[in-house]
Structures are given as structure tokens and as C-alpha cells.
């Protein structure tokens, strides 16, 4: 298991050469950063970094993977963005696939309590087709 904040990390760690405003960038505790640069460092098998009287310097290994890190970084925060931009409205979407996705989450008149809860929390990113089908008994 790769946890992406643990990148986001090890790539403010790179930047900033300092755990503690690398943590303060990205809005978390410094130990919080400091044990997602351990679990780093035990799934890579590698230190990452070491500490110097300049700061946090990169290993041969954490230069070598920056690279593809930063990339794999910049791609997932490109994707976030065209999809805070995406509209269903508009798009004539249905589906994450472009077809409509079958759901029975319809008990009498109620939706399913989890199911409401989830599209109050994302009615900007929805468009939703009802279809009513009669059961017969």
C-alpha cells in the first residue's frame, strides 16, 4: 500500500529540504509528516533522506524516484482540477462511463439514508435519471 499524502510528503520534504515546513505547506502536524516519511522509507527499503546542517538532504534513491513521483503528483492534481470544472449538466454524461448505471435504492417513496447523504454532498457533480419500474407481485 503507496498512500498518495505520503508522496505529497516526500515531495514537500524534497522541496522545502525541512520535515516541519513541509508539514506546515501541507497543512499537517510535523509527526504526522514524520511518520509518513517512515512509512516511505520502510516501503521503499531506502532512508530518503538524511539529516545535514542545511537540512534534509535527498538519498541517490529519492533523486532517482522524485522525478516520477512529482509527475504522478502533477497528473492526479491536474485530474482533480478538470474535474472540479467538469459539469454533468452540460457534458450529456450518464454514468462514469457514459452509460447510465442501474441502482435500486428506492424502498417505497424513500432513498436509501447513505445514498441521499451522498448526493447532498456532491448535488454540484450529479445529474440524476429516475426511472420508475412497476414490479408486478
Known sequence: KLDLEWLQVLEEVYQRRSISRAAEHLGVAQASASVALQKLRDHFGDQLFTRTPAGMHPTAYAEEIR?????????????????????????????ASGR??????????????????????????????????????
Open 67 to 95: 522525478g516520477d513521483i512529482a509527475t504522478v503528483l502533477a497528473l492526479l492534481l491536474k485530474a482533480r482540477q478538470a474535474r472540479s470544472d467538469f459539469d454533468p449538466a452540460s457534458s450529456g454524461q450518464r454514468g
Open 100 to 137: 447510465g448505471v442501474p441502482v435500486d435504492t428506492v424502498s417505497g417513496d424513500r432513498v436509501d439514508p447513505q445514498i441521499a447523504e451522498e448526493i447532498k454532498l456532491r448535488q454540484k457533480q450529479l445529474m440524476l435519471h429516475y426511472v420508475m419500474t412497476i414490479r408486478a407481485r
